[in-house]
Structures are given as C-alpha cells and as structure tokens.
C-alpha cells in the first residue's frame, strides 16, 4: 500500500515537473513585460521532441547513447528518496539524505562524459565547467545536508522532514541550499538555460549535441531534478505550513533572482559558492550551539 | 644476546586474515594478467625475472602482514621494499625508471629508519621483540615517549603510505614500474603501512592522546585534497592514478583518524564503526585502484603511451578494456552502486554520528572534515571524467590511438574479474560490514558482540533508521533505465548519422577536441594560489621576420619539492661539502686523527 503510494508520488511530482519550469518561464516573462508562452510549453517542446528525427554525431560511442538514460535513471532514483507529501512517503530503506548527492552526482558523471564524446569542443567546455561547478557545489549540499540532520539526530529523510520545531540552522542551511538549487539547476547567476550562445553556456553547451529522443530524456530529467531540489527545500529542510505555498514562494524566488541579476562569469560562480559554503559552516555552528 | 633468539611466530588474527584476503584479492589478478603483458618485447630470462620478482614480493608482504614479532616485521619490511625496488627499475634501461627508483628508495628507508627507532623504544621497555611482550610494555610507558613513539610510527607508516607531504616518491615509482606491479603496488603495498598504523599505533600502542587523532583526521584531510588536485592536473595516466592513491590514503586515515578520536573519546561503537568505514574503503581502494592500473596498463601495451593528450577514441578499438576501466572511473568516483560510494557514505556516516554525539567544536570539525571530503569526491569525479573522457572518447589524437588494438585474453580476463570484484564489493556491503566489525573489534581491542550496522543482508543501517540498500538502488536504477528505454523504443524510431556540429565547418578533426589541458583549467586557475601555474611560450621561426609556429607549455610549481625537499637537499649537500674539508687525502692527516681518538678514548676510560 506504502509503496504503491510513493510510486503514485514520484509519477505525479514527475508529470508537473515540466510545468515548474513552465511556471517560472511565464513569471520571468511577464516580470519583463512580455506575454511568453504558455505554462504548458515545456510539455509541448517534450512532446516535439519526442516526434522528432535524432541525429548522431559518428564519432559518439554507446557512452553517448546510454547517457540519457542513466541521467533519467538517477533523477527519478534520487526523487524516490524524497518525502514530498507526508513524511513516511518515501524508500527510506533504500537509502538517506546523503545518499541523494551521490545518486545525483551518478547522472552527471554520464551527461559530462557524453559531452566529451562528440569530440567538439563546445562539449568539452561544458562538461569541464559543469563538473568544475558541481565540484564546489558538493561541500555546500553536504554541509546543508549535515546541518538539518544534526537538527533531527538522523540522516533519515522521515525523521528530518518530521517537524519537531523550527530550528534557526535549518533556515540559513535552506538559505545555502536555495544556492545549491540555483547551482544544480543551471539557473542565473550561475548558468543561463536561455543562452544559446555556445560560449557562455555551461549545461546546455554539454548536451549541444543531442537531438531528438534523447534531448527529450535530458529535458525531462532537468526538470524531475529541478522539482526534487525545490521539494528538498520546501518539504523537507523547512517541514512546516503548506506545501504548495512553499513551492509558490521557492518557484518565486528563482524567477525574481533571475531577471534581477545578470549571469556571473565562471570565476566569479566560484565566489558565489564560496559564500555559499561560508553560510552552510554558518548553519552547522548555530546547529552546533543549540539553535 | 638474549635479543637474537627470534620466536618465528606468525599471527593470524581477524586483522592479519583482513589484509592477507586484500593481498590475494588484487595479486592473484594482477598475476594472471602479466602472462599477457609481459609476453612481447621481453626475453625470456627477463622474464623468468619479472615472475620471480613478483612472487617474492607478494610473499614478503604476506610475512609483513602476518608475522608476531617487531624483529622479524622489520625484516620483512625492508625485503618488501628492496624487492618492490627492483621492480620499480624492471625497466632499467629508461633513465626514468632508476631516477624514480632512487627517490623511493631514499625515501622508504628515511621511513624504516623511524619504524626502527619506534621499535628499539619500545623495545627498551619490553625487554622483546615479541607483540605481546610490545603490548604488554605499552601500557607501562610514560606519556611523553608515548608521544615520541607514535609520531615515530606515523611518519614512518606515513611515508610508505604515501601521505602528504611525504608522498613525493609515490608519483614517481608507482607509474615507473610494469602495470601489473603498479597495481600490486597501489593497491596493496600502500594499504601494509595503513596495517602498520592500525597494528602498532591502535592495537599495541593504544591511543592515548586526542591529538593523535586530531593530527591524523588533518592529515588525512590534505593527503586527499592534495592527492586530487595533483591528480587533475596530471596527464599521463598512471601518474594520475597514482596521485589518486595519495587522495585516497586520506579517505582511508579518514576513517582511521575518526576512529582514534572516538577511542580517546570512550566511544567504542562508533570507533568501531569509523575503523570499518575506513577498512572497507581500503579493500575498496586496493580492488578499483588496482583494476584501474592494469586498464591504464593494457592502454600503454596497446598505444606504446601514457600521456592521455596522444589518446582517445580507444572506446571503439578496445571495448574490454573502456567497459572495465569505466567501471574503475565509477567506483572511484563514488558513484552509485559501485564499491567506493559504499565506504565514502559510511566515512560520511561515521563523521555524521560522531558530530552527533559530540559536543561544540567537535560537531564543527568533523562536520569541516566531511565536507573536505565531499570536496575530494567532486573532484575525484572531475578528474575521472577528465581522465576516461580523455582517453577512450571522440576522435583518437595520434597515430598510435588510431592503430590500438584490445589486449589478449589474460590481460582482459584480469580486468572482467577485477571488475566484477568492483560490483560484488558493492552490492554485498552488508556482509561486508559484518566482517569488518570483527576485524576492527580485533584491532580496537573493543567487544564488538552486540554491534550490528546492518538491518539485514541487504541494507546497510549506521543508525537505526538510517538506511543504505546498494542492491535496491541497483534495482531502481535498472528499472527506470529499462522503463525509459522501452518507452523510448515505441513510435517511431528515427535515428540518422551526422557530423559533430562546429559551427558550420564539417571537417573537424581531434585537433579540435578539447584536451586534457584545457579541461582542468577552471581547476588551475580556482586552484592556482596552490599550484602556481606558470607558462612558456616558445617562437619557432622559419626566420627571423617569420614565426613559423608558437609552442604554448603550461606547468605548475611542484610546491613540496621546491620549498621541502629541495632545501633540504641543498642544506645536506651543503654540509657534506664543508665536512670534506676534514678529509685531505693526506696520511699524516688521517694517523693524527687515529692518534688523537686514541688519546681521547684512554682518558675517556681511564676518567674513573
């Protein structure tokens, strides 16, 4: 019964994940007095895609083709870890907090190496960008991770997202999280998902080369991603009030930030991380001291 | 001369039994594989050599690992590193190979020459040689010479484990010897000095101090970054391998270190459960780290070269071996559902709970700690995807890439079970844990009935509650791969062949392909207040009014070298240099001096 009610979790978080990106499309749009499209656009582009003809780069190996797979494969693995609508409603026997990073961290580890594998150097570039950022991402999730943990006394998901009274380290460790997010999901200021000019891209210059089928898997995948980071926030770092309105707030938010703020160059995201890294060791000593 | 009569005893508790499966595990491989690698471009007494060679050394860490007594530990100490010397300078006629064999052998025996004061202090105490005599005195000694033991100890396990700043010999003659025996090397010779600590400094010297594992956590924590950041910058592949080895010394002192600090801290269960996190990633190490040499081993038979900036494409011309070193990338990586992932979470597991049953700074330190390890485990998966992207992916960079062709049968057979090792090391965590707890239960000298880690022989559970299930994860990932690629497979299936984009060109060649190089160059420059990268630019000119072509050379300062061990070089040739002053050449000279101790040593005598 548990399970088949976490199953129908992950396949309902999965079917609106595409209107999360929707929905900020149409708020930065309309925040910049433009109309845009509608809040279905991404299914229609998943839908398009799907239909299309893909074209395979001669030089790729089965690395490339697997790619988008495995990086569908570890979203919606990681997603299944997650306890979005109750606390219980998640495979906490399959593993914890943790264990979220590394299961993210499997899929990028495949989507880098697709980019290297067409031989072009705009793949190249993004892979080494996108891994150079995740790179200094890590600490700061884990630090996050550790924080709202040493709250609950557990690296169990249940136990963390059970709310046990609002402790102040867990709000700065969503703070360092929220930066994480911006991270992981190619956001402004750190990725731009708009650009296409292949210079400046990090995510979308990795996966330049996929079309088709497999562009849609990716897609898919960056959205499941997306939603699994925001229902991390929402859900489980800051466990009380209504769940839809903190979706609301945290989908608000990253719409603000992005047409408030230009793209930082790639040294300067370093920065960024590292003040994010200052505020996660922030959240771990008020943890530490009680709070 | 009561001291030289040696009880030959050997010892074969659960910790020596650990080590001596760890030894089997990477050797018996590595052994099947040489028939393959050594079977061109040698005679047959080198031959004849090489296995000889190989043997005795797989069996002089055997006796390391197994024998009771200090006396006979350190004579198979010092056999283990001669031998493994002489396997270094196997190919002696590269003037590399003896360079690389000189530093490590200096360096091994600046080691052995700690150990040994080590073991004459205790010695002094112990009245024997024998462990349980070592062990019986260590509980009588002062603190202070204690103190002095263990740092003895340390610096000396510490260099032949390779730890910062005394791994400078580890990326010279690791790479330098034959694949097989760089495997045996990294994956076992390392982890007998990690044996060495756990053996002399846990088990006989008990811990006494916080500091000691304070200093080993910090230790541990730069051995990995170092180890990492080095790494990344290096393109010949088994060099790269080999500074992974330095990182990963550190995530293994991790889980030593942590260990230490909750012993001292009357925390039997989660020292316990740290010592495990940090054996498991040892047996972890030496089976990936092992698998990856012999993969970097069948690409240099097969390319006649190491430096990955000549490499690529081999994917397609040698599939065995991509497959096989792919899942060695994955496993050191940490990713999921591969061995390594296992032991980082249970590192990060250990530094959790001991956050968790400290107080103040202790929370913060380990909490920093893991951290620096996540940092390392991100950069580890940079590197690895610098290092198989490089290598097996896109277009092959020179000749010899395009010409590769996949080793023979003994070598790939090598890989495939090296590799199955990997995945069975992975999903079979739970009984894996329930070993290590009595080896470390062994080691600590602490009670282990009653612990249990795991909720069943599926899942790994550090806390109650706290749940890790490698098969599980295992299964879902296989089960949404399958769903998405059935679904994919339905409608239409159109899929033609095309040419990488470039920007409207279509004649891009691998000179176009991003290179080593260029992928760690964020790293350098992020980095760079550490490594100090600087540049060369060369003119080649036809003449003097035409540049023909530009030579662009990147290089970064080798830190420890120029401000460590290269003023220490000069301070010792320097001496060495004014004491030869002392020595004429003269007769006379030399019968003065005979004349004048003479004299000294009669009234020294004659004082009483």
Same mark, same amino acid.
């Given at each position: 019964?548990?399970?088949?009610?976490?199953?129908?979790?992950?396949?309902?978080?999965?079917?609106?994940?595409?209107?999360?990106?929707?929905?900020?499309?149409?708020i930065?749009?309309?925040?910049?007095?433009?109309?845009g499209? *509608?809040v279905?656009?991404?299914?229609?582009?998943?839908?398009?895609?799907?239909?299309?003809?893909?074209?395979?780069?001669?030089?790729?190996?089965?690395?490339?083709?697997?790619?988008?797979?495995?990086?569908?494969?570890?979203?919606?693995?990681?997603?299944?870890?997650?306890?979005?609508?109750?606390?219980?409603?998640?495979?906490?026997?399959?593993?914890?907090?943790?264990?979220?990073?590394?299961?993210?961290?499997?899929g990028?580890?495949?989507?880098?190496?697709?980019?290297?594998?067409?031989? *072009?150097?705009?793949?190249?570039?993004?892979?080494?960008?996108?891994?150079?950022?995740?790179?200094?991402?890590?600490?700061v999730?884990?630090?996050?991770?550790?924080?709202?943990?040493?709250? @609950?006394?557990?690296?169990?998901?249940? @136990?963390?997202?059970?709310?046990?009274?609002?402790?102040?380290?867990?709000?700065?460790?969503?703070?360092?999280?929220?930066?994480?997010?911006? @991270?992981?999901?190619?956001?402004?200021?750190?990725?731009?998902?708009?650009?296409?000019?292949?210079?400046?891209?990090?995510?979308?210059?990795?996966?330049?080369?996929?079309?088709?089928?497999?562009?849609?898997?990716?897609?898919?995948?960056?959205?499941?991603?997306q939603?699994?980071?925001?229902?991390?926030?929402?859900?489980v770092?800051i466990?009380?009030?209504?769940?839809?309105?903190?979706?609301?707030?945290?989908?608000?938010?990253?719409?603000?930030?992005?047409?408030?703020?230009?793209?930082?160059?790639?040294?300067?995201?370093?920065?960024?991380?590292?003040?994010?890294?200052?505020?996660?060791?922030?959240?771990v000593?008020?943890?530490a001291?009680?709070? | 001369?009561?001291?030289?009569?040696?009880?030959?005893?050997?010892?074969?508790?659960?910790?020596?039994?650990?080590?001596?499966?760890?030894?089997?595990?990477?050797?018996?491989?590595?052994?099947?594989?040489?028939?393959?690698?050594?079977?061109?471009?040698?005679?047959?007494?080198?031959?004849?050599?090489? %296995?000889?060679?190989?043997?005795?050394?797989?069996?002089?860490?055997?006796?390391?690992v197994?024998?009771?007594?200090?006396?006979?530990?350190?004579? #198979?100490?010092?056999?283990?590193?001669?031998?493994?010397?002489?396997?270094?300078?196997?190919?002696?006629?590269?003037?590399?190979?003896?360079? =690389?064999?000189t530093?490590?052998?200096?360096?091994?025996?600046?080691?052995?020459?700690?150990?040994?004061?080590?073991?004459?202090?205790?010695?002094?105490?112990?009245?024997s040689?024998?462990?349980?005599?070592?062990?019986?005195?260590?509980?009588?000694m002062?603190?202070?010479?204690?103190?002095?033991?263990?740092?003895?100890?340390?610096?000396?396990?510490?260099?032949?484990?390779?730890?910062?700043?005394?791994?400078?010999?580890?990326?010279?003659?690791?790479?330098?010897?034959?694949?097989?025996?760089?495997?045996?090397?990294?994956?076992?010779?390392?982890?007998?000095?990690?044996?060495?600590?756990?053996?002399?400094?846990?088990?006989?010297?008990?811990?006494?101090?916080? %500091?000691?594992?304070n200093?080993?956590?910090?230790?541990?924590?730069?051995?990995?970054?170092?180890?990492?950041?080095?790494?990344?910058?290096?393109?010949?592949?088994?060099?790269?391998l080999?500074?992974?080895?330095?990182?990963?010394?550190?995530?293994?002192?991790?889980?030593?270190?942590?260990?230490?600090?909750?012993?001292?801290?009357?925390?039997?269960?989660?020292?316990?459960?740290?010592?495990?996190?940090?054996?498991y990633?040892?047996?972890?190490?030496?089976?990936?780290?092992?698998?990856?040499?012999?993969g970097?081993?069948?690409?240099?038979?097969?390319?006649?070269?190491?430096?990955?900036?000549?490499?690529?494409?081999?994917? &397609?011309?040698?599939? %065995?071996?991509?497959?096989?070193f792919?899942?060695?990338?994955? /496993?050191?990586?940490?990713?999921?559902?591969?061995?390594?992932?296992?032991?980082? %979470? $249970?590192?990060?597991?250990?530094?959790?709970?001991?956050?968790?049953?400290?107080?103040?700074?202790y &929370?913060?330190?380990?909490s920093?700690?893991?951290?620096?390890?996540a $940092?390392?485990?991100?950069?580890? #998966?940079?590197?690895?995807?610098?290092?198989?992207?490089?290598?097996?992916?896109?277009?092959?960079?020179?000749?010899h890439?395009?010409e /590769?062709?996949?080793?023979?049968?003994?070598?790939?057979?090598? $890989?495939?079970?090296?590799?199955?090792?990997?995945?069975?090391?992975?999903?079979?965590?739970?009984?894996?844990? !329930?070993?290590?707890?009595?080896?470390?239960?062994?080691?600590?000298?602490?009670?282990?009935?009653?612990?249990?880690?795991?909720?069943?022989?599926?899942?790994?559970?550090?806390?109650?509650?706290?749940?890790?299930?490698?098969?599980?994860?295992?299964?879902?990932?296989?089960?949404?791969?399958?769903?998405?690629? =059935?679904?994919?497979?339905?409608?239409?299936?159109?899929?033609?062949?095309? !040419?990488?984009w470039?920007?409207?060109?279509?004649?891009?060649?691998?000179?176009?392909?991003?290179t080593?190089?260029?992928?760690?160059?964020?790293?350098?420059?992020?980095?760079?207040?550490?490594?100090?990268?600087?540049?060369?630019?060369?003119?080649?000119?036809?003449?003097?009014?035409?540049v023909?072509?530009?030579?662009?050379?990147?290089?970064?300062?080798?830190?420890?070298?120029?401000?460590i061990?290269?003023?220490?070089?000069?301070?010792?040739?320097?001496? =060495?240099? /004014?004491m030869? &002053?002392?020595?004429?050449?003269?007769?006379h000279?030399?019968?003065?001096?005979?004349?004048?101790?003479?004299?000294?040593?009669?009234?020294?005598v004659?004082?009483?």
């Amino acid at each position: 019964m548990k399970t088949a009610l976490i199953l129908i979790q992950i396949l309902l978080l999965i079917a609106v994940s595409p209107l999360v990106s929707g929905i900020i499309r149409k708020i930065k749009n309309n925040i910049r007095m433009r109309k845009g499209a *509608s809040v279905f656009q991404p299914y229609y582009n998943l839908a398009k895609l799907f239909g299309k003809e893909e074209v395979v780069s001669d030089t790729t190996s089965w690395i490339f083709k697997a790619a988008p797979f495995v990086v569908l494969a570890s979203s919606v693995c990681a997603l299944s870890l997650v306890p979005v609508f109750a606390s219980t409603l998640s495979f906490s026997n399959m593993g914890d907090f943790l264990a979220i990073i590394f299961i993210l961290a499997l899929g990028r580890f495949f989507v880098a190496l697709a980019g290297l594998d067409a031989g *072009s150097a705009f793949g190249g570039m993004g892979s080494s960008r996108e891994m150079f950022i995740s790179t200094f991402v890590e600490p700061v999730a884990l630090l996050s991770v550790f924080a709202v943990s040493l709250n @609950a006394g557990s690296t169990n998901l249940a @136990a963390v997202s059970a709310p046990a009274g609002l402790k102040l380290s867990s709000i700065i460790a969503s703070l360092s999280l929220f930066v994480v997010t911006i @991270a992981e999901t190619s956001r402004i200021p750190v990725d731009n998902q708009e650009t296409h000019l292949e210079l400046t891209m990090i995510h979308e210059a990795m996966v330049l080369e996929y079309s088709g089928k497999s562009l849609a898997l990716i897609e898919l995948a960056s959205h499941i991603k997306q939603v699994l980071f925001f229902s991390l926030i929402a859900a489980v770092v800051i466990p009380w009030g209504d769940f839809a309105l903190k979706m609301a707030a945290v989908i608000a938010a990253v719409s603000l930030l992005e047409v408030s703020i230009a793209k930082m160059r790639l040294f300067r995201a370093v920065d960024l991380l590292s003040f994010a890294l200052v505020i996660s060791i922030m959240a771990v000593i008020v943890s530490a001291a009680g709070y | 001369m009561e001291y030289l009569k040696i009880g030959f005893s050997l010892l074969f508790d659960p910790l020596s039994l650990f080590f001596l499966a760890v030894i089997a595990l990477v050797s018996v491989p590595s052994a099947v594989y040489s028939i393959g690698y050594l079977k061109e471009g040698h005679s047959r007494g080198e031959k004849i050599l090489a %296995w000889s060679l190989m043997t005795a050394f797989v069996l002089s860490m055997v006796l390391v690992v197994t024998v009771g007594n200090a006396f006979l530990f350190l004579v #198979a100490w010092e056999l283990m590193s001669l031998l493994s010397y002489f396997l270094v300078v196997f190919d002696h006629k590269h003037e590399k190979s003896v360079r =690389a064999g000189t530093i490590y052998i200096v360096m091994t025996h600046i080691g052995t020459a700690f150990i040994t004061a080590a073991f004459l202090i205790i010695y002094k105490y112990a009245g024997s040689f024998d462990f349980s005599a070592f062990k019986q005195a260590c509980l009588l000694m002062p603190d202070n010479v204690k103190n002095i033991v263990f740092i003895f100890l340390l610096v000396g396990f510490g260099t032949k484990a390779g730890i910062v700043p005394l791994h400078i010999w580890l990326p010279y003659a690791h790479p330098q010897a034959p694949s097989h025996i760089s495997s045996i090397m990294s994956g076992v010779m390392i982890k007998t000095a990690i044996y060495g600590m756990v053996r002399f400094i846990i088990f006989i010297l008990g811990v006494n101090s916080l %500091w000691w594992g304070n200093l080993v956590l910090v230790l541990a924590v730069v051995s990995c970054l170092v180890g990492v950041i080095y790494a990344l910058m290096e393109h010949d592949l088994k060099k790269l391998l080999a500074y992974h080895s330095v990182e990963n010394i550190g995530i293994i002192l991790l889980g030593v270190g942590a260990s230490m600090v909750f012993i001292k801290m009357g925390n039997p269960v989660l020292a316990v459960f740290a010592l495990c996190a940090g054996l498991y990633h040892l047996i972890n190490h030496a089976v990936f780290k092992g698998l990856l040499f012999l993969g970097a081993g069948a690409v240099y038979k097969a390319t006649g070269t190491r430096n990955m900036e000549n490499l690529g494409g081999l994917i &397609k011309l040698m599939p %065995w071996t991509a497959a096989t070193f792919l899942v060695g990338a994955m /496993a050191i990586s940490a990713l999921p559902p591969f061995n390594g992932f296992v032991s980082e %979470w $249970l590192t990060l597991q250990a530094f959790f709970l001991g956050a968790l049953a400290t107080a103040g700074s202790y &929370k913060i330190f380990l909490s920093l700690c893991a951290a620096m390890l996540a $940092l390392t485990g991100g950069l580890a #998966a940079s590197c690895f995807v610098k290092a198989f992207g490089v290598t097996f992916l896109a277009m092959p960079r020179s000749a010899h890439a395009r010409e /590769a062709k996949e080793v023979s049968l003994s070598m790939k057979s090598a $890989l495939v079970a090296m590799s199955v090792l990997t995945i069975i090391l992975g999903l079979a965590a739970s009984l894996m844990i !329930k070993i290590l707890v009595v080896v470390s239960g062994c080691a600590t000298g602490i009670n282990t009935v009653g612990m249990n880690f795991t909720l069943n022989n599926f899942t790994l559970a550090p806390q109650s509650g706290t749940n890790l299930s490698v098969p599980l994860i295992a299964l879902a990932l296989i089960f949404v791969f399958g769903a998405a690629w =059935a679904l994919a497979g339905t409608g239409k299936k159109r899929v033609c062949e095309g !040419k990488t984009w470039g920007c409207g060109y279509y004649n891009l060649d691998s000179r176009t392909e991003y290179t080593a190089t260029a992928f760690s160059k964020p790293f350098r420059i992020a980095f760079s207040f550490f490594l100090m990268p600087y540049t060369k630019t060369e003119k080649i000119r036809e003449s003097f009014y035409h540049v023909k072509s530009f030579k662009y050379e990147v290089f970064t300062t080798p830190v420890f070298r120029r401000y460590i061990y290269e003023p220490t070089l000069n301070v010792i040739i320097k001496t =060495a240099q /004014a004491m030869r &002053k002392i020595q004429p050449g003269s007769i006379h000279v030399y019968i003065a001096y005979i004349f004048i101790t003479i004299l000294a040593l009669i009234i020294f005598v004659g004082r009483s």
